[in-house]
């Protein structure tokens, strides 16, 4: 594969220069906004009827030349606190997003792009407690894109930028029992999810109900279509599973259950894609603290997956393939590090399917998530939290897994191991005005044995997010 070229490394350079930049330098937009902006505790208003806390400087003057969008947000809060509250509960956020990414890969492609963008996310009130609103538009634009060097997900595969409603819905509500919500809105389970981890996240064209029965908390619904990372387009579920030609959708249901005891949880799922698959997922954590500063995390997950009707994925030697995936997962954290390892085997069927959202294994890494068919692997990791060393916010991570004895599921030849070491470093600001700037970079390096095979990527990220209403 082609090694990082003198300009790729520039690139980097110029990348994480300017994400810094953006956050810290005066007259630059976020800077301009953080400076005009207060975050969550000093935007909020006094608002008696709902027993809120008072903002902090009510009352004070705020010069306009100053901080002209603080004020105009502070009048529109003051104005709408005696509203009813599907008004003067209205949330409405920014987020903001610039993000770069470099894949080296082992088939000797390069992929990269550095985009800006984000979101504007409103919500209204529940009016009498029963009906909600809302909407989310989305946006990305190329600041770096190389022509050839598409398919990083930041952008469409040409490298270029879209914006899209991707969020909008109405919902109906029984307390907290029962919400029906529908059209366009997000979807979090294990194998339908968001998958935020590009510029803009996966939304669902669906109608679902939810909500909570003591301590079950349970999600159904039947969803039509999904509008991928990277396109402002809404697919149908058959098509981005790699079926062009039919028109499936998704039947889902989920339970998250914690039950009266202390640091136990369980996830129940199951999604039906009609002639497609069925993918269901169980899993179960607990934490035990062992002393005040010793705490021990167990977890385990299984997957059973399986063809269903018509088998229109040919993604198997056989016509009707069933494969599963079991893993366990353990972690010790003492004060702020965590040493944690985990193990997996997938079973000879296929590889498993996850077209949807990002995977829920242990082992999902930058580059792979370690579950082709027969596969067998391992992880052990190490992740630090620095505010135990007056560093708050500060945490990293570093992770190696391997992959061994997986095979080709059509062919059933051997094919290499793979090895994957990842380094993760995140610094999130924790209080003043510039509170809910975060920076992230990634960094991977993928090996496939004895096959002269070897992939590098890069991840810089910086987010910022403010609640105006």
């Known amino acids: ?51 809120k806390d008072t903002y902090p400087g009510a009352g004070e003057p705020v010069p306009r030349s100053r901080r002209p969008i603080r004020e105009f947000f502070e009048g529109v809060k003051v104005d709408l606190q005696d509203a009813d509250p599907f008004f003067r509960d209205t949330d409405l956020n920014l987020h903001l997003r610039t993000y770069y990414l470099g894949k080296w890969n082992t088939n000797s492609t390069t992929q990269q792009s550095w985009a800006g963008g984000g979101w504007l996310e409103y919500k209204s009130g529940w009016w009498k ?76 064209e669906a109608v679902t109900v939810g909500g909570k029965l003591g301590f079950v908390e349970y999600l159904a619904g039947y969803l039509w279509s999904q509008k991928p990372r990277d396109t402002s387009d809404f697919r149908s579920f058959s098509t981005i599973a790699g ?22 949880t369980f996830t129940v799922h199951d999604s039906y894609v009609p002639d497609l698959f069925n993918t269901f997922y169980a899993d179960a954590g607990y934490r035990l603290p062992l002393t005040q500063d010793l705490t021990l995390g167990l977890g385990a997950q299984y997957t059973d997956q399986r063809a269903v009707g018509q088998d229109l994925l040919a993604v198997s030697t056989f016509n009707e393939w069933v494969n599963y995936v079991a893993s366990a997962r353990l972690a010790l954290t003492w004060k702020g590090l965590t040493l944690e390892g985990a193990v997996s085997r997938t079973g000879p069927g296929a590889n498993i399917q996850n077209p ?31 505010r135990g060393v007056a560093l708050p916010g500060f945490t990293a991570n570093l992770e190696y897994s391997q992959g061994n004895n ?29 509170r809910g700037l975060r920076f992230d970079a990634k960094g991977g390096i993928l090996d496939y044995t004895n096959s002269g095979r070897t992939g590098y990527q890069l991840r810089l990220i910086l987010n910022y997010e403010f609640n105006l209403l």
């Open 356 to 386: 949807y959202g990002s995977y829920p294994g242990y082992i999902s890494q930058l580059f792979n998530d370690f579950d082709r068919a027969n596969e067998f692997a391992w992880l052990v990791g190490l992740t630090y939290d620095f």
């Open 129 to 204: 407690d029963t009906v909600q609103l809302g909407g989310t538009v989305f946006t990305t634009f190329p600041i770096y894109a190389p022509a050839g060097e598409g398919g990083t997900g930041l952008l469409t595969p040409d490298q270029d930028g879209f914006i899209v409603a991707g969020i909008a819905y109405g919902a109906l509500r029984y307390k907290e029992y029962a919400t029906l919500t529908g059209f366009r809105q997000f979807v979090d389970t294990p194998y339908i999810n968001r998958q935020d981890n590009r510029m803009v996240p996966r939304t669902n």
């Open 406 to 434: 997986a095979i080709d599921p059509v062919t059933r030849a051997d094919v290499p191991n793979e090895k994957e070491l990842n380094l993760n470093l995140a610094y999130a600001i924790q209080e003043g005005t510039l």
């Open 1 to 51: 594969m082609r090694n990082p070229s003198l300009t790729d490394l520039r690139v980097f350079l110029v990348a994480t220069l300017t994400v810094f930049l953006l956050a810290a330098w005066p007259g630059t937009p976020l800077a301009v906004w953080a400076a005009e902006v207060e975050l969550e505790q000093e935007l909020a208003v006094p608002d008696t009827a709902a027993g």
């Open 243 to 264: 079926v062009p030609d039919k028109e499936r959708g998704a039947i889902l249901g989920n339970l998250r259950i914690a039950p009266p005891i202390e640091g136990l």
